[in-house]
């Protein structure tokens, strides 16, 4: 893994994988996750489509965009992290990518030649500036109780939450909180709220104890941190000591 660094600063990291885990379940990340394979196809299940991804194609994840990624035969797999706080300060205060799958041997190149990625910030400033100029097709927007709900928890966190406090603080029943968020995002609110925590955990990997970690964001113990941890980042936390 390298680190992505602006002076002293971290702002994100690239991490290889020669073999692809293959048991990704829905998941999102809280920052911008870019992804590229050298040979093969990966599928990925967004919540209202499916893609495709091939060899030399770049896949999008937006923050929070909720998605499940399957191996077909794919080798070399390597993964692009942005925080969301250094796009919006350095490229667009509501940076967004509209398309999921993306051609741009540019990008690609600074993907992939993990070693060079520091020597040529200008360039990805660049590529990731003209990809937010290209964000003129709006996605359909969730409404409703299941929107209420993601601002909620998104706001909330830090904070002990429980299904029955939500439904209470909303106004709503709790089993029609849960039947609307899982229509709209295909994930309840409680793996929501699970998800949204490894996310956060790992921010703060590097500089905690992991047992201490998983109690502070309310997992059962450390294996229940670790199982979590690792359906979304492939790899037991440890490795991003």
């Known amino acids: 893994m390298v680190l992505i660094k602006e002076g002293n600063r971290v702002f994100g990291e690239i991490k290889y994988q020669k073999n692809i885990f293959s048991d990704y379940k829905a998941h999102f990340h809280n920052h911008l996750y870019l992804g590229a394979i050298k040979s093969g196809k990966i599928k990925v299940d967004f919540v209202n489509e499916t893609k495709i991804v091939k060899a030399k194609e770049i896949i999008v994840f937006n923050q929070y965009e909720i998605h499940k990624t399957t191996n077909i035969d794919a080798k070399d797999y390597y993964t692009m992290c942005i925080k969301s706080q250094w796009l919006s300060t350095n490229i667009s205060k509501d940076f967004y990518i509209d398309s999921n799958i993306i051609q741009s041997q540019k990008l690609y190149n600074l993907i992939t ?12 400033k660049d590529v990731l500036k003209e990809l937010s100029k290209q964000n003129k097709n709006e996605k359909e927007e969730i409404t ?4 209420l709900t993601r601002e909620y928890i998104l706001k909330n966190i830090t904070n002990e939450l429980n299904l029955s ?9 709790k089993s029609y909180i849960i039947r609307e968020f899982k229509k709209a995002y295909s994930i309840t609110p409680k793996q929501f709220i699970i998800i949204l925590k490894t996310n ?7 500089e905690a104890n ?7 964001f309310g997992f059962f ?3 229940h941190f670790n199982k979590n941890f690792k359906k979304i980042f492939a790899l037991p936390p440890k490795k991003f000591k």
Do not use: T
């Not at 956060?200 to 590097?206: D, G, N, Q, S, V």
């Open 113 to 124: 030649k993990i070693s060079n990625i520091n020597a040529n910030l200008e360039s990805l």
């Open 144 to 147: 409703g109780v299941a929107k």
């Open 165 to 173: 406090s939500i439904a209470k603080d909303l106004g709503y029943d």
């Open 200 to 206: 956060l955990a790992k921010e703060k990997i590097k």
């Open 210 to 216: 992991i047992s201490h970690l998983a109690i502070d």
């Open 221 to 223: 113990d450390q294996s």
